[in-house]
């Protein structure tokens, strides 16, 4: 594909000017998985969005690799379908003919090594009529148990390496559902791709917000001398959604709550609040620093576990006007699964900046509404000279990182109302991305597929910090196997299960969702 020269037009606006684009080598993509959901939600448009900015290689190729019988046209129409269905932005014809104006399908099962002999034939194909070789990324959109499969069938076919272009595997989540299922697949992928050729994605680490949780500690004087133990009380992490499971039933059955967000997206978000100044800010550098916050997480004891952790499982209920059905209830569940729909944890960073915060963590689908956020409640103040009465709406300042939706930072600090009292109520200081930057984020997908084609491994998850994260979430995951306790349940549109108020230090309570 080439841009057409409408997309390479940068905008005159003066608050975007540092989104700017670097070269990008020429690249063919392989999506294994192209005509499932993830492929037609998240990839598909945000290869869009980025052709849309004249952000892609001058030249762009891409296959898709899948089980069902499709011609090349069949598929080329059914990737155009998905973009027009669910791009951010309304597709413009031109973009949209130049990047899909070359796709091909390649059909069959993950297991047949044909398959990658037709990818091969494909690839071969592409660098022929460039006159140059192209970079590659195969990109494993497929169920968890073809990752294997798939990587090593890549290295049978002679697919991993290339004297003199890069080539990259993208591997999707779950990484894994415990540590030795994570240490096991990063032994056989790394048996075939070296470290540095292999992308485990975290949506997460590519949304705008979560990045600028970094710009916010490290950009600004202001913060970096209260952020430790002595000034902060405690640390607030919420991923909530109002959404059930919908048709994932599969998937999230034998995942649940803990597996599906915070081993991974959540101790993301720990680890940005957490890590010390990387040196620089490269892969090495910051993975370093991350996977130093997910080594000093203390490993509760089975007995430990109940006090730090809870779950919960959704019931019938109401969310907005809607009346939702509970989780046994939905398409696909057993009616006897007792998998958690909610998990809250009270995490403790034992090291010497963070020693005796409590980091609290939950996560919950069919909650009161969608909100992803990160509060960090400072200490109270030592002393307050005000009269008993003025002194009621005193509370500990708190700054709260909002991930979405309603991007932005706020700053809660007492202040005086006016009047002839000394009263004081807490009043909010707000940066809003949207009114700041006058721009719409960019998806988190097409920053990761920007640095898959770019080489740029720095929000992606490196394998000890995905066996790190299994660390933490391996014993609270036992633990809760091993107990034979009802499963507490909560209200779909509630703020959860009661349960989870139990592992709150005195003088805590959860934020509202
Ligand atoms: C995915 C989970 O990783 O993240 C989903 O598998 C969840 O269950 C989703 O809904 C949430 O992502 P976001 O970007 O909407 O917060």
């Known amino acids: ?104 399908y390649v059909a069959g099962t993950f297991e047949d090594q044909d398959v990658y002999a037709s990818i091969q034939e494909v690839l071969e194909e592409f660098d022929a009529e460039a006159g140059q070789r192209l970079a590659r990324a195969y990109y494993l959109s497929t169920a968890p ?27 999707e989540k779950p990484f894994g559902t415990s540590l030795a299922e994570a240490t096991e697949l990063n032994r056989r992928v790394l048996a075939v ?23 916010f500690r490290f950009a600004n004087g202001m913060f970096e001398p209260l952020w430790n133990r002595n000034f902060i009380d405690n640390v607030q992490i919420t991923a909530a959604e109002d959404i059930g499971i919908g048709s994932r039933a599969g998937y999230y059955d034998q995942s649940g709550a803990l597996r599906d967000l915070i081993q991974n997206h959540m101790l993301q978000l720990l680890c940005h609040v957490a890590m010390e100044p990387p040196v620089a800010f490269n892969a090495e550098e910051v993975r370093n620093e991350k996977v130093k916050v997910l080594r000093s997480i203390m490993h509760p004891s089975e007995a430990e576990t109940a006090e730090m952790s809870a779950r919960g499982q959704y019931t019938a209920g109401h969310v907005g006007a809607e009346d939702v059905p509970g989780y046994l209830q939905e398409d696909g569940v057993p009616a006897t699964s007792t998998t958690e729909t909610y998990a809250a944890l009270r995490l403790e960073v034992d090291n010497w900046r963070w020693a005796g915060v409590p980091f609290y963590l939950r996560a919950g689908k069919r909650l009161a509404r969608k909100i992803t956020e990160i509060a960090v409640t400072l200490k ?32 809660q600090l007492g202040a005086k109302i006016p009047g002839t009292r000394m009263s004081i109520r807490p009043v909010n200081m707000e940066f809003n991305y949207g009114s ?7 998806e988190a997908y097409e920053r990761l597929i920007m640095d898959v084609m770019l080489g740029d491994p ?3 998850t490196r394998n000890d910090e995905v066996e790190a994260q299994w660390g933490v979430c391996d014993p609270i995951l036992s633990s809760w196997a091993a107990s034979s306790g009802p499963l507490p349940t909560y209200e779909s549109g509630s703020q959860g299960p009661l349960e989870a108020e139990r592992l709150l230090l005195p003088g805590h309570r959860w934020r509202a969702i």
């Open 1 to 104: 594909m080439t841009a057409p020269e409408s997309a390479r037009v940068a905008p005159d606006n003066p608050l975007v000017a540092g989104l700017e684009r670097l070269p990008v080598q020429p690249t063919t993509l392989v999506i294994f998985g192209a005509t499932g959901d993830l492929a037609r939600r998240k990839l598909l448009p945000a290869l869009y969005n980025l052709a849309h900015e004249g952000a892609m290689p001058e030249r762009f190729h891409l296959i898709g690799v899948s089980r069902g019988d499709m011609e090349h046209e069949e598929f080329r129409k059914d990737c155009e379908h998905a973009i027009r269905e669910f791009s951010r932005r309304e597709p413009k014809d031109d973009v949209l003919t130049g990047l899909l104006s070359q796709v091909r």
């Open 145 to 171: 148990m073809f990752f294997p499969v798939i990587v090593e069938a890549l290295g049978k076919q002679g697919l991993a390496l290339q004297d003199d272009v890069p080539v990259r595997v993208v591997i």
């Open 193 to 215: 791709f070296d470290e540095a050729q292999v992308f485990r994605i975290d949506h997460y680490l590519g949304k705008e917000t979560v990045q600028n949780m970094l710009a």
């Open 380 to 411: 109270p103040v030592p002393h307050l000279a005000f009269s008993q009465q003025g002194s009621l709406g005193v509370r500990p300042n708190q700054l709260v990182m909002t991930v979405q939706p309603n991007e932005g930072v706020s700053l």
């Open 436 to 442: 700041s930057f006058l721009s719409q984020s960019p």
């Open 458 to 460: 720095t929000l992606f």
